[in-house]
């Protein structure tokens, strides 16, 4: 039997001390070899369509900046779970991004997941990115919630403002989903078209679950309106304006960034015709990054993207958390949530690829121009540029 001495023993306790010490120092640095930040988005669901495709615009971002060196020759690594929209997987996938992949960022959209997820994002110390949820109060949610995105305040006041100053329309209906999507966003339609001179006839809401709008859109239709505002999510949008057309609502009908997509025109054919949508981001015809951003779409996907603006906007967050990793890591700074909400609001304006540039404000939202676009001949074709 081997007998362990007092100097044997204190010799080998000081080597695994010393091995102990040099598997930590390999762990941290093996820690240190990428950048971690994490992506939670509708992979499944009624919202997958154009969640999925947001999420390849991230991916190819991320691909694109690895291939060019990463973060100071480091990996940067997005982890992607799915939320469905539904605040409560939401919560799930935050959560799990926070506890277990231990990501010191983390970027979300629609406004329901984004306002369930805040608290853990602020309890945690975790910054959480809003890229194209647009509630209004996203900008009260705490510390630890920014948008890069921005809010109803911003493109749907435009919106308004223009229909009744350049449009001329002097009644106004608003038909909003029953949830955090629409419910602030009709607010400010209705505040400012008032403002405007106009005169909201009809204000009318449908629950997010709803298939048949026949019940909203009559009331409408009653008030005799000149111009119809529509706030729905993205996936019912098409059917609800292919409902009111089918009861003969001519008028125009105005709506946010969701319904910008090439689906509606599928869906809808000529029904989609006056369609008028804002934009917050610029078109094919703005700049050349967006027409060749564009046209890879169509060569590697066989179509435009659901939701341009949005994959937009998706596309470019990548580049944002890769300037502050950078920042951080030229510092040598320890990468925690409180280090990044730091040197994020330190470098504060950052000049991105598709989206130009983005700068944030104190009280945490973005102020960007606005882009109308509007259905004619069976296409998406610019309006006007407001709010410029």
């Known amino acids: 039997m081997t007998q362990f001495t007092p100097s044997r ?29 994490g992506l939670a988005m509708p992979l499944t669901g009624g919202q997958a369509l ?22 100071n020759g480091k990996k940067l690594e997005m982890i992607v779970l799915d939320t469905q929209a539904d605040p409560q997987v939401g919560i799930q996938a935050v959560n799990r991004l926070i506890s277990v992949d231990k990501v010191p960022a983390f970027v979300t959209a629609w406004s329901g997941v984004v306002k369930a997820v805040a608290p853990i994002a602020n309890d945690n110390k975790v910054v959480e990115l809003s890229v194209g949820a647009n509630a209004p109060d996203i900008s009260k949610l705490g510390d630890y919630v920014y948008t890069t995105f921005p809010l109803a305040d911003v493109d749907i006041r435009a919106v308004a403002q223009y229909s009744a100053k350049e449009m001329g329309k002097k009644k106004a209906a608003v038909l909003f989903v ?66 009111a057309r089918q009861l003969g609502i001519t008028v125009p009908i105005t709506s946010y960034s969701g319904v910008y997509n090439p689906k509606l025109i599928e869906q809808l054919g000529a029904a989609a015709e006056g369609v008028i949508a804002t934009s917050l981001a610029p078109g094919v015809a703005d700049s050349p990054a967006v027409a060749e951003y564009v046209a890879r779409w169509q060569k590697e996907v066989g179509r435009a993207p659901n939701g341009l603006p949005y994959t937009q906007y998706l596309h470019d967050t990548p580049y944002l958390v890769a300037a502050v990793f950078a920042s951080l890591d030229k510092k040598g700074t320890p990468v925690t949530g409180e280090a990044f909400r730091k040197e994020m609001l330190a470098i504060k304006s950052f000049d991105l690829p598709l989206t130009g540039k983005v700068e944030f404000s104190d009280d945490h939202t973005v102020n960007k121009p606005v882009y109308l676009v509007e259905v004619k001949g069976g296409k998406w074709t610019g309006k006007a540029v407001v709010n410029k």
């Open 178 to 243: 029953n949830n955090e999507t629409g419910i602030g966003s009709a607010v400010v339609y209705r505040d400012t078209f008032t403002k405007a001179g106009g005169q909201v006839v009809a204000y009318e809401s449908y629950d997010q679950k709803a298939t048949d709008f026949t019940g909203p859109l009559l009331k409408i239709r009653a008030s005799n309106p000149e111009i119809i505002h529509l706030q729905g999510l993205v996936a019912e949008s098409p059917q609800v304006i292919a409902q």
């Open 50 to 71: 154009y969640g999925n495709d947001q999420v390849k615009a991230a991916q190819w971002a991320v691909d694109a900046i690895n291939a060019k060196g990463g973060v």
């Open 9 to 37: 023993r204190l010799g080998l306790t000081a080597a695994l001390a010393t091995a102990l010490l040099a598997g930590t120092s390999g762990l941290a640095l093996a820690q240190q070899a990428s950048y971690k930040f």
